[in-house]
T-cell receptor, first 113, second 112 residues
Framework: EAGVTQSPTHLIKTRGQQATLRCSPI?????VYWYQQALGLGLQFLLW???????NRGNFPPRFSGRQFPNYSSELNVNALELEDSALYLC????????????FGPGTRLTVL | AQSVTQLGSHVSVSEGALVLLRCNYS??????LFWYVQYPNQGLQLLLK??????LVKGINGFEAEFKKSETSFHLTKPSAHMSDAAEYFC??????????FGSGTRLLVRP
């Protein structure tokens, strides 16, 4: 069974640009979660999507947004990039709305110059 | 609000020695607790989870953790460390809105 996949592996942008990160959950999983792992800030919850709807978001500004597609894959968009957005962005999926353990992908390393 | 505290940002053990990584949580409701491991430049791998079925939880790679309500602890142990165990370990609690709240992580170093 394939695990959670994320693309791209690495992404380099300049300040002010937009970044799009993608995530495909494990087959049969309907929930997708996004986390940010920034140096010195640890792992922080960003967004949760389930059945195509945003269910919860963490303490991040509105320029962090996303969506979930009918096939349950998800996209994270970060607009007006700032230097402090440089981080590893991890996607996780679970079987149903919040009830099961979350399985993580390998992450996308975003570097903002 | 729920929170997780991991004591010790770095733990160093000799190969073959006992591994003990500490995690304390705060939660107003029975918690769902997890331990994840992260190898360099990789995502998180689930080691084990506590969901109130049994206080002693066995995970992968020989790790186990014991839930102690009286101490609000969920420490991770392994009887004999292996070089391949060197990684960063995260304790997490699932809060009422289903997101994971992580501790700050403990980096395990294994000396030959």
């Amino acid at each position: 069974e394939a695990g959670v996949t994320q693309s791209p592996t690495h992404l380099i942008k300049t300040r002010g640009q937009q970044a799009t990160l993608r995530c495909s959950p494990i087959s049969g999983h309907t929930s997708v979660y996004w986390y940010q792992q920034a140096l010195g800030l640890g792992l922080q919850f960003l967004l949760w999507y389930d059945e195509g709807e945003e269910r919860n978001r963490g303490n991040f500004p509105p320029r962090f947004s996303g969506r979930q597609f009918p096939n349950y894959s998800s996209e994270l968009n970060v607009n007006a990039l700032e230097l402090e957005d440089s981080a590893l962005y991890l996607c996780a999926s679970s079987k149903r709305g919040g009830g099961d353990e979350q399985f993580f992908g390998p992450g996308t390393r975003l570097t903002v110059l | 609000a729920q929170s997780v505290t991991q004591l010790g940002s770095h733990v160093s053990v000799s190969e073959g020695a006992l591994v003990l990584l500490r995690c304390n949580y705060s939660s107003s409701v029975p918690p769902y607790l997890f331990w994840y491991v992260q190898y360099p430049n990789q995502g998180l791998q689930l080691l084990l989870k506590y969901t109130s079925a049994a206080t002693l939880v066995k995970g992968i790679n020989g790790f186990e953790a014991e839930f102690k309500k009286s101490e609000t602890s969920f420490h991770l142990t392994k009887p004999s460390a292996h070089m391949s165990d060197a990684a960063e370990y995260f304790c997490a609690v699932k809060d009422s809105s289903y997101k994971l709240i992580f501790g700050s992580g403990t980096r395990l170093l294994v000396r030959p």
